[in-house]
Structures are given as structure tokens and as C-alpha cells.
């Protein structure tokens, strides 16, 4: 339980600021969907959604040791973008790129605590708080990257396509989803996220020296 309430924070940061950049790059590009229904905003209880950002994390964190969830997706209107596939290939960037600043954060802070705090609950709340931020930005800058519609690998592999391309492949979208699910509930994509994001991790931790 403690885990979990540790873990708490950085979920759902890693997973509101993840939606609100998609937002912000879209509003960027010309839509603003996500502006006018209130999300770009870093509050969490604008981006919640009951399974993917309570329920799932909890499970993932007892069963598997690490946590995974995803929030309400952000309303993105492509119609609105000046090129729409190759735009939309922008927005889809901008989630994990959010999750690889919010690493960066997380590891700061982990540094600092660290080097800086003589000891103490504090310093071992923000370390363990830390690690989890780490950890959980890395699964979904790693997830989020797999080229499967429609995670964001899909849909920047779809921008820089050939048009015909692109439209034969947004059809595998809703596969695309439930191969997801299959792949979690079998445990295979954790085979496949666990080592990219383990060996990312340890890089993070060498290059800011809390190896």
C-alpha cells in the first residue's frame, strides 16, 4: 500500500501532462478541441479516467511490480491542421517527449535528494517518489513508441507514410487497441517493455550519476 501511495503523484502527473502535451501541440497546430473542453491543464482530475489511472496502475504495481495506466485520450479534430497526417504525427510525439522531460525531472530530483539531504523521511520519500517517476515516464515513452496504431509509434509512423500507406494502416487502429490489451493480459508486452525500459533506466541513472 505504501508503494502505491508513493507511486500515487507521479502516475498522475506521468499520464495528465502526457494528454495536455497532445493538447498543446494540437491547439499549436490550429485545433483547439482540447482548449475549449478545458484540457489543457496539468490537473489530474481533468484527465482521470477510473480504470486506466486508478485501477490498472494499482493492479499492475501488485502483480508485476511496476505501473502502468493511461488517462481520458485528449479530443484531437485533424481536419483543423493545416497538413493533417503529418500534424497529427506532431501531436503524437509531443506525449512521450513530455514523458522524457518528466524523466529528466524525476532523475533532478532523485539526484538532488541524494547528494543534497542529509537524511531522513524527506529523502526517502523523494527518492522512492523519484525512482517511481522515473520508472513510470520511462514504460510510457517506451510503450507509446511500440509502431502500433494507435499508440503514438502508430500514428508518427503514419505522418511520414505515404498517403495510401497511411490510410491502409489508420484501418488497424481498433485491432491495433486490442492487440494492446491482449498483449498486457498475457503479460508479453510486459516481456517486451521490461527490458527496453530497464536498460533505459540504468542509463538514466549513469548519466546522472545515482548509479
Do not use: C
Not at 483547439?32 to 490498472?56: E, Y
Request: aromatic share 8%; charged share 10%.
Amino acid at each position: 500500500m505504501n508503494d502505491i501511495l508513493i507511486a500515487a503523484i507521479p502516475i498522475l502527473l506521468a499520464v495528465s501532462l502526457h494528454e495536455t502535451a497532445h493538447g498543446l501541440v494540437a491547439y499549436w497546430l490550429g485545433d483547439d478541441t482540447a482548449k475549449s473542453l478545458g484540457r489543457l491543464t496539468a490537473n489530474p482530475l481533468k484527465h482521470i479516467d477510473p480504470v486506466g489511472t486508478v485501477l490498472v496502475p494499482i493492479v499492475m504495481v501488485i502483480l508485476l511490480g511496476f505501473p502502468f495506466g493511461w488517462a481520458k485520450p485528449v479530443p484531437v479534430n485533424p481536419s483543423r491542421f493545416a497538413n493533417p497526417l503529418k500534424d497529427m504525427a506532431l501531436v503524437a510525439l509531443a506525449g512521450p517527449a513530455a514523458n522524457f522531460l518528466m524523466a529528466i525531472f524525476w532523475a533532478l530530483l532523485m539526484t538532488a535528494s541524494v547528494h543534497l539531504l542529509a537524511g531522513g523521511a524527506l529523502r526517502t520519500l523523494l527518492i522512492a517518489m523519484s525512482g517511481w517517476g522515473v520508472g513510470i515516464n520511462l514504460v510510457l515513452l517506451v510503450l507509446n513508441l511500440l509502431p502500433l496504431p494507435p499508440l503514438d509509434g502508430g500514428r508518427i509512423i503514419t505522418g511520414v507514410m505515404p498517403l495510401r500507406a497511411a490510410h491502409y494502416f489508420i484501418r488497424f487502429e481498433r485491432i491495433g487497441i486490442l492487440l494492446v490489451i491482449l498483449l498486457l493480459a498475457s503479460g508479453f508486452l510486459g516481456k517486451i517493455l521490461h527490458p527496453m525500459v530497464q536498460s533505459l533506466q540504468q542509463q538514466f541513472y549513469l548519466f546522472f550519476g545515482i548509479a
